[in-house]
């Protein structure tokens, strides 16, 4: 486990970054303003492809799910009423997992979750990795109210047109898996596009865990694909070599077989000529005897072989 907080403990207090609700449930939200409030999760540079979580939270006001009134949609900035999970310093945000708080159960509008008619999409980057709920049991809500009795994102009580926002296998819990090993810090913020006095969103506890993959040190690493690399290359040298080999071979059988088939006789060998060939050498018998006839040299007449 790398992240934890448990608002039903007493002695547990919120993060300096978020504020705490004492009453009716104790929980942290916002602290004020448009924004989002950050909470880094330090992995402590773990390699890890896998997170997995839960949260349990409230909402206050109107929050308007993924419905944003003003400025960009972008991961940096508050792209949902809700909590984000993401790993990456600001800047170089990657997503994990979103939950969004919508305004009602039985409205049917933008502000509603996207389970719901009408509700809002999330945008690209959220895809499918989303949970979504609300609290508010009717078609008003009470800005400031903090809806007590029906806990967001725990699979229940999903009631009035966003039955289907509990439907989630998975439900409270998320994993996600990513295609390549991770080691930067996660984080979480609370986020929303008003202030606090018309929205905001109360964490009560989360849980948030890796799956640290198998350590591995880098010089050893290093070595080993440096090894990797010789043994290839040499490998592949040899293959290269070897077949080269073979068809010198074979273009000096075809030769001898042609002067055979023309009646030309065949020099018989009997000293060895080195020819270099790269790093392999090819031997090739190439030798010719003469006898002195005078101050001229005849060539000895040669054997059939």
């Not at 705490?20 to 950050?38: L, V």
């Not at 508050?78 to 997503?95: E, I, K, N, Q, S």
């Not at 903090?146 to 819990?173: H, K, M, R």
């Not at 109360?202 to 948030?208: R, T």
Request: charged share 15%; proline share 6%; glycine share 8%.
């Amino acid at each position: 486990m790398v992240g934890y907080l448990d608002m039903t403990d007493r002695t547990q207090q919120c993060p300096d970054s978020w504020q705490k609700i004492a009453s009716p449930r104790s929980s942290c939200g916002k602290n004020s303003g448009a924004f989002c409030d950050s909470l880094i999760i330090p992995t402590s540079g773990a390699s890890y492809q896998t997170v997995c979580g839960r949260f349990r939270g409230y909402q206050v006001g109107s929050p308007d799910a993924f419905r944003i009134f003003s400025g960009p949609i972008s991961i940096e900035t508050f792209y949902v009423d809700g909590v984000t999970v993401t790993y990456g310093p600001p800047g170089r945000r990657h997503h994990v997992f979103t939950y969004a708080a919508g305004v009602s159960e039985m409205n049917i509008s933008s502000s509603t979750c996207p389970c719901v008619a009408g509700g809002h999409l999330p945008p690209l980057f959220v895809g499918s990795d989303y949970y979504c709920e609300s609290g508010c049991p009717g078609p008003d809500y009470v800005l400031t109210k903090l809806y007590f009795s029906d806990v967001l994102w725990d699979g229940q009580q999903c009631g009035g047109n966003e039955i289907t926002c509990c439907n989630a296998s998975y439900l409270p819990w998320f994993c996600k898996t990513f295609p390549t090993p991770i080691s930067e810090d996660l984080e979480v913020r609370i986020c929303t596009d008003e202030d606090i006095d018309n929205e905001n969103v109360a964490i009560e506890s989360f849980e948030l865990y890796i799956q640290v993959l198998p350590y591995l040190n880098t010089s050893m690493a290093s070595s080993i694909d440096t090894y990797a690399i010789i043994g290839i290359t040499i490998s592949a040298s040899f293959v290269v070599f070897f077949s080269l080999g073979v068809l010198v071979a074979i273009c000096i059988g075809c030769m001898v077989a042609k002067r055979r088939s023309k009646g030309i006789p065949v020099e018989k060998p009997s000293v060895y000529e080195t020819v270099g060939l790269d790093q392999m050498q090819i031997a090739v018998e190439a030798h010719h005897s003469y006898e002195v006839v005078g101050n001229n040299k005849a060539a000895k007449q040669p054997e059939y072989i």
